[in-house]
């Protein structure tokens, strides 16, 4: 594990960690340094702006986990997104930043200024692609230069699609190539109102299109049925395809592997769930594109999304009786087989199963990607830079740390 200082006292300091999420990103660091006791151990300290609310959050977690020792032996450090000079002395202290303050695009990147600045890695958890890919614009070069890693959407969005990809690919077969915060229902709404930015923010780049290896994957219609889930499904509408780009074209530029050519779908059901979901969209399309609209949106959350996101969160029992899966189903060519000869021969099927996935799942994945990268920096790519989960960590063990940590990864044909 990578050493603490005097002048860097913690491994790791949870930041927004009165937050929902803060909360269990908290509880889950504080097993994570329970399993490494002794001269290995995890040191760890939670930031936020209000020392009070952040005692109370240790209190609660020293409650929940049986550990008394939370009230007193961790370290609070008070620090404000307005405040650069507080955000600065956070990053000087901390070897990683799991950053926990959203949405990202109003409150995340003086977090990642601060932390590249003062030498710290930063990991989030953040769904908002205009945000991952503004920061992987604006300071790719700077973390690089400075040895510093910033690593976003490592939690449910987007570790369990990234490194599903990865791990079908890697595969043995022969092939080739609930209910959730007011947090994250304001990023969507923010979001969808600012699509035609992120189109702009694309060109930047100025990225030449990814070769297409074999025949090429005809795109679906908007809504479909499904045989593999016998349900109607639509394209997903997170942040899991814009990730997923970023890790290959990664690994076709620095790695010279065949990228792999993905879409991501959501099942909904039957076609009076289909019927539900066109109504409430259209009406949720409608208003994010004026500002009364979304203001309503933000203030409303339970009513304009059917109870779906509340200002309070999921309770614990939603929490505990939900589990997620994903499925990947990948066609390739066999070992000897060329690609230009015609269809795909070899088909595989790819499971990532996991416990409640907006906060159990993200906040383990979150904090497995830290440990990750405390324990095995040297197998990070360049020293340095913006990463998306699968490209920092594609030649890491976090998919091994993710299966002892109740989400799992499976493979078979179909």
């Not at 009165?18 to 908290?26: A, D, E, I, L, R």
């Not at 909904?268 to 979304?294: P, T």
């Amino acid at each position: 594990m990578a050493a603490v200082t005097a002048g860097r006292p913690y491994h790791i300091i949870v930041f927004g960690a009165s937050g929902f999420t803060g909360q269990f990103v908290v509880e889950e660091v504080a097993r994570c340094a329970a399993e490494c006791p002794g001269s290995s151990s995890l040191k760890w300290a939670v930031a936020g702006r209000s020392r009070r609310r952040l005692e109370e959050v240790l209190k609660q977690a020293a409650g929940r986990l049986s550990m008394p020792e939370l009230r007193t032996d961790i370290e609070i450090i008070v620090a404000d997104v307005s405040i650069e000079e507080s955000l600065a002395i956070m990053c000087q202290q901390g070897v990683v930043i799991l950053n926990c303050v959203g949405p990202y695009r109003f409150y995340g990147e003086p977090v990642v200024k601060a932390c590249v600045e003062n030498g710290a890695h930063y990991i989030d958890i953040c769904g908002e692609p205009q945000f991952l890919e503004q920061m992987q614009l604006e300071y790719h070069s700077k973390a690089l230069a400075r040895g510093v890693y910033v690593i976003g959407s490592c939690g449910f969005d987007s570790i369990p699609a990234d490194l599903g990809i990865l791990y079908t690919q890697s595969s043995s077969h022969p092939l080739q190539g609930s209910s959730g915060h007011d947090a994250t229902w304001q990023s969507a709404v923010y979001g969808f109102a600012d699509s035609r930015s992120l189109c702009q923010l694309r060109k930047k780049f100025g990225h030449k299109p990814l070769p297409v290896v074999g025949a090429k994957v005809k795109k679906r219609g908007f809504l479909f049925f499904s045989k593999e889930l016998q349900q109607y499904v639509i394209p997903f509408m997170g942040s899991d395809p814009s990730v997923v780009r970023r890790t290959q074209r990664f690994l076709y530029e620095e790695e010279q592997q065949s990228p792999v050519q993905y879409s991501a779908y959501v099942g909904v059901g039957g076609l009076f769930s289909v019927f539900k979901l066109f109504c409430g969209g259209l009406l949720f399309w409608f208003m994010v594109k004026f500002s009364l609209g979304r203001r309503l949106l933000t203030m409303f959350p339970s009513f304009f999304s059917f109870g779906m996101f509340s200002k309070a969160g999921p309770t614990m029992k939603q929490i505990e009786d939900t589990c997620f899966s994903l499925t990947f189903y990948g066609e390739g060519y066999s070992e000897g087989r060329d690609p230009s000869q015609g269809r795909p021969d070899a088909r595989i099927c790819t499971q990532v199963l996991g416990a409640e996935p907006g906060y159990v799942a993200t906040v383990s994945a979150m904090v497995q990607a830290a440990v990750t990268l405390l324990n095995e920096l040297h197998s990070l790519p360049r020293r340095g830079g913006v990463y998306s989960p699968g490209s920092a960590f594609y030649k890491t063990s976090l998919i091994d740390r993710l299966h002892s940590h109740g989400i799992m990864f499976s493979v078979r044909n179909y």
